[in-house]
């Protein structure tokens, strides 16, 4: 997320605490848990956002807008990012659309211009 907020929750204390007590959680800020393999929301007022990630940053799985009263697990994960509902969802969608970009252009990029044709001696 450029021009994102993200705090650092090392400590057990930090990480059991997280967001709860927090009425909403604005856009563009958000927590990062590191140990974390599983989040939960049970007393949170509001829905949140989940990007579980691995020792390189990997993304490893997502959850967009996990309810109150839920749990979330990825027992391959480092850490985990708690953030803003909507967050994901505006990732993927983005991700979506230049796929399908792509996915249009593919006949196009397999095919070698007239200008290769001609250079490599095709007709």
């Given at each position: 997320?450029?021009?994102?907020?993200?705090?650092?929750?090392r400590t057990p204390w930090a990480r059991?605490?997280?967001?709860?007590?927090?009425?909403?959680?604005?856009?563009?800020?958000?927590?990062?848990?590191?140990?974390?393999?599983?989040?939960?929301?049970?007393?949170?007022?509001?829905?949140?956002d989940v990007v579980f990630f691995d020792?390189?940053?990997?993304?490893?799985?997502?959850?967009?807008?996990?309810?109150?009263?839920?749990?979330?697990?990825?027992?391959?994960?480092?850490?985990?990012?708690?953030?803003?509902?909507?967050?994901?969802?505006?990732?993927?969608?983005?991700?979506?659309?230049?796929?399908?970009?792509?996915?249009?252009?593919?006949?196009?990029?397999?095919?070698?211009?007239?200008?290769c044709r001609k250079m490599s001696g095709?007709?």
């Amino acid at each position: 997320m450029t021009g994102a907020r993200i705090f650092l929750m090392r400590t057990p204390w930090a990480r059991m605490k997280g967001l709860l007590g927090r009425s909403r959680l604005r856009p563009r800020l958000g927590v990062c848990l590191i140990p974390c393999r599983a989040v939960h929301t049970f007393g949170m007022r509001f829905p949140i956002d989940v990007v579980f990630f691995d020792r390189e940053g990997r993304v490893l799985k997502t959850f967009a807008s996990l309810p109150v009263n839920r749990v979330a697990t990825c027992l391959r994960a480092r850490g985990a990012l708690e953030l803003a509902p909507g967050s994901v969802r505006l990732r993927m969608e983005v991700m979506a659309a230049l796929t399908e970009q792509l996915t249009r252009l593919k006949p196009t990029l397999n095919q070698p211009s007239s200008v290769c044709r001609k250079m490599s001696g095709g007709t």
